[in-house]
């Protein structure tokens, strides 16, 4: 369904994103996970159409169901794909009722509905994402609303839109532990009911390993890593996967100490011949100086290192 292959994005002197490609099949929730500023959101923004005007945005490829994105977000936006954020109190009007901001992107995008079919529609949509007593919530405005709920009105408004395609931006970072399970079970439900498909940003892995049937993994604006999710996890191939993996609790051994990663990501204006990760990376050997790392291919899990599937990561 998606196909983006080498995007990079430069805001001024900023490389964003530097080289990401990611194929997202039909029906799939892709994780897309890294540390912070790695240029995960930017890589949503770039598929929405929502860079700032002074963004430099190349992809060899970038495409939805075969039709170029690039050019064509506006029209995409809202129509095909829709954005699902961290925030959702910001992502309401506070000043409208949830009826009228339901009924706005109705409006906008089921023009032929009369008012009694909208307000159904809206009513049905809430229902859909889990919210009880529809009536009610449609008469309240957003701070008359938990986070949890607030966050399931704005994937209903998504919905709303028609969009099949949802970039679901850490949709969970805000909400307390057990809201967040509701939401990302949510999320799965709608993907097998409606056939959604869902981009999901997080630097969570957790969120990853209970939602996510494939991973892609970026550092410094570089993809990294790929595959399924499984494989990634379970046997990751990319020194910087295995570092974020190496520090959550849950993964380390009783008794052992959590890895840290030394040292600090690079600077976003420098240009890079060789591996990103060198300075950071403990195998990283002379000729990760030298050149770019090759693709590697491990079954059906990919990694950008020269060392990835040899006999020393087994
Ligand atoms: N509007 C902007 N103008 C200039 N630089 C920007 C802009 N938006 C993002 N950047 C820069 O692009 C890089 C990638 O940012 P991005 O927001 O995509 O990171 P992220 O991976 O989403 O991080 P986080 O996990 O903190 O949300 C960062 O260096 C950031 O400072
Ligand atoms: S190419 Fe070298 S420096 Fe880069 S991640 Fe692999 S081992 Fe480390
Ligand atoms: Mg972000």
Redesign the pocket.
């Known amino acids: 369904m998606i196909n983006i292959q080498h995007l990079s994005v430069k805001i001024g002197t900023t490389h964003a994103v530097r080289d990401i490609s990611l194929t997202i099949d039909e029906g799939e929730i892709h994780g897309l996970i890294g540390e912070s500023g790695c240029g995960k959101s930017v890589t949503g923004a770039a598929l929405l159409g929502l860079l700032p005007d002074q963004a430099v945005v190349a992809a060899e490829a970038m495409t939805l169901d075969g039709h170029a994105v690039l050019g064509a977000e506006a029209q995409l936006r809202g129509k095909r794909i829709a954005l699902i954020s961290q925030d959702p109190a910001a992502a309401l009007n506070p000043v409208l009722s949830i009826a009228r901001q339901m009924d706005d992107v109705l409006r906008c995008h089921h023009r032929t509905f009369k008012k009694s079919q909208r307000r159904a529609a809206a009513s049905d949509l809430l229902t859909d994402v889990g919210l009880p007593d529809p009536d009610n919530i449609l008469r309240s405005y957003p701070h008359q609303l938990s986070g949890g709920m607030q966050q399931r009105v704005v994937i209903a408004l998504a919905l709303a839109t028609g969009a099949d395609f949802l970039i679901a931006d850490e949709p969970t970072t805000a909400l307390d532990a057990s809201i967040e399970a509701q939401v990302l079970s949510l999320l799965k439900t709608l993907v097998q009911e409606r056939g959604l498909t869902i981009l999901m940003i997080t630097h969570d892995m957790s969120v990853i390993e209970r939602c996510c049937g494939n991973v892609s993994v970026v550092y410094a604006g570089v993809l ?1 890593e790929n595959g399924p999710t499984e494989q990634v996890l379970g046997a990751p191939q ?3 996967t295995k570092a974020l993996l190496g520090a959550l609790p849950g993964v380390v051994k009783k008794g052992q100490p959590l890895q840290t990663l030394p040292g600090s990501i690079p600077p976003a204006h420098k240009a890079f011949t ?6 950071r ?5 002379p ?3 030298q050149q770019p ?1 090759p693709w590697r291919q491990i079954e059906h899990q990919s ?6 599937g040899s006999p020393a990561d087994d």
């Open positions: 990294v990319h020194p910087y060789h591996c990103i990760f060198a300075d990376c403990e195998a990283a050997a000729v990760c100086l790392p990694a950008r290192c020269q060392f990835a």
